[in-house]
């Protein structure tokens, strides 16, 4: 008996979709439709096992609150202050040994050699007047050189605190060493509303002595500036910083109250050569003004 047509291919292709399990593939993707389907292209991958429905939402973040500026207490005032940001600066002349002896070494050697020449001329005229002659330019080339004997010890500055105390320390002297001073000042340090070159920044600290003398310390006596109070942050791996400190000023050898006490705050720079510079290189008067000269107009 002949089967009938159509039956065989029909069972042929039945059979073959059973051995792959195609019935039991196609009934499980029309129960669960949503596992067939997957994710776009571009919009995300598809996590095995699905996500399940009642995960809940990420919370929230909390607003970020914006950071306050710094703010420092200052002790010695006993205020608040909001700290300024520090300006750059530079130093495009660093201090050297010839930067500050260049000038008194020349007028040496041009006194040496008047001193010379002047001996030799007045051996002509006696063995006495040559020996005066001789006597005076030695005389002459030992007080020319006094910039250089007060200034023997080399300054370093590893710290602005130490810039500082060897800035007013180079004028604690019977003659003020302005050059050094004006050596350890950065290239923002040597403009100010006070002077603009060294002759001008020499007539300043001039006339900024005399009224801390005032009238009743001798012009002959020196003045001794004591730093104290020093207050910054640490300048390990800084190139600019900001700090505060006080200048006492007081007559050399006298133990009355101090001519002048002034807080400063002030800004340093690091050098090329590794050494710490002042950006201000002025001498404010305190806010009740110079006690040498509230004395002075009594």
């Not at 009642?54 to 609150?65: G, H, K, M, S, Y």
């Not at 940001?85 to 201090?95: A, G, K, L, Q, R």
């Not at 370093?156 to 050059?179: C, G, I, L, N, W």
């Amino acid at each position: 008996m002949n089967p009938s047509p159509g039956n065989s291919d029909d069972e042929k292709i039945a059979d073959a979709r059973s051995l792959f399990g195609d019935d039991e593939t196609a009934e499980k993707n029309r129960s669960h439709p949503s596992r067939r389907q997957g994710a776009p292209l571009g919009e995300g991958y598809e996590i095995e096992g699905g996500v399940p429905d009642d995960e809940p939402a990420p919370p929230p973040r909390a607003p970020i609150a914006p950071k306050r500026p710094a703010v420092s207490r200052d002790r010695a005032e006993g205020k608040v202050v909001e700290e300024q940001p520090i300006e750059e600066s530079s130093v495009d002349d660093v201090w050297s040994r010839w930067g500050e002896w260049g000038p008194t070494l020349l007028r040496l050697a041009l006194i040496a050699a008047i001193t010379m020449v002047l001996t030799y001329f007045a051996f002509g005229i006696g063995i006495g007047t040559a020996f005066l002659v001789l006597m005076l330019g030695g005389a002459a080339f030992v007080l020319m050189s006094y910039p250089i004997a007060v200034t023997l010890e080399r300054p370093v500055r590893m710290t602005p605190e130490q810039a500082v105390k060897d800035y007013f320390s180079a004028a604690s002297h019977h003659f003020p060493q302005y050059r050094r001073m004006w050596l350890f000042l950065s290239t923002k340090g040597r403009s100010s509303p006070e002077f603009f070159s060294f002759a001008e920044f020499q007539s300043y600290w001039q006339r900024r002595l005399g009224e801390l003398r005032g009238g009743h310390v001798k012009s002959t006596t020196p003045l001794v500036f004591e730093i104290s109070d020093f207050r910054s942050e640490k300048s390990a791996g800084k190139t600019a910083l900001g700090g505060k400190y006080t200048v006492t000023v007081r007559s050399r050898g006298e133990s009355t109250e101090p001519l002048a006490t002034v807080r400063i705050s002030s800004s340093f720079v690091r050098g090329p050569d590794s050494m710490w510079y002042l950006n201000s290189g002025t001498l404010p008067k305190d806010e009740d003004g110079d006690r040498s000269t509230k004395s002075r107009s009594r």
